[in-house]
């Protein structure tokens, strides 16, 4: 599996397939739906498509400085509940079909104490997805949808039994660390 499943199906389950579109751009920073650890992580997702299907998604994840809540820089460990912490945006189109889409984006930015900052960010994040739609249309170009797909699994599966050899390779036993942020 992979980190981005979670979020993956979030919009697909509110949005379905039929209303994902070439262009659509997502971004959410909300932990319980997947593709963020904590609320300042701050993703955007866009669908790419091949042959006039779905083929995959490109994702770029950024730690913004500040996205609300009880304390400048939204780091609230004395937080009693969720709210308390930073606001939470589920997975929300800023691009619809490659229209931007303005006052989405403008509602996430104002909800920041750097809400310059923050559209700023968010810019650099959609730049990225675009940068990263045009490699994997390329490499589709160059390879063919199926062929690339195969190539995908095939380094995903080397992946994963790479990870579970060093896994098994690791002594029986109880291991333990600490850890420790200032006050």
Request: aromatic residues 12%.
């Amino acid at each position: 599996t992979n980190c981005l499943a979670p979020i993956v199906k979030v919009i697909l389950d509110n949005f379905g397939l039929d209303d994902v579109n070439d262009g659509d751009i997502f971004l959410s920073n909300d932990p319980y739906t997947g593709g963020a650890v904590h609320s300042n992580d701050v993703g955007c997702l866009a669908p790419v498509f091949a042959e006039g299907s779905l083929f995959g998604w490109v994702f770029c994840d950024m730690h913004f400085p500040d996205v609300g809540g009880g304390v400048p820089g939204s780091f609230v460990p004395d937080a009693l509940d969720v709210f308390a912490e930073a606001f939470r945006f589920p997975p929300t189109r800023i691009y619809t079909a490659g229209r931007y889409v303005a006052d989405v984006a403008r509602a996430f930015a104002n909800n920041s104490r750097l809400p310059e900052m923050t559209s700023h960010n968010i810019s650099a994040e959609v730049g990225a997805i675009h940068f990263g739609i045009r490699i994997v249309s390329d490499l589709i170009d160059q390879y063919g949808a199926a062929e690339l797909g195969a190539i995908i699994t095939d380094l995903q599966d080397f992946s994963d039994a790479a990870f579970r050899e060093r896994i098994a390779a690791v002594p029986d036993g109880i291991y333990e660390a600490a850890d420790y942020i200032e006050d």
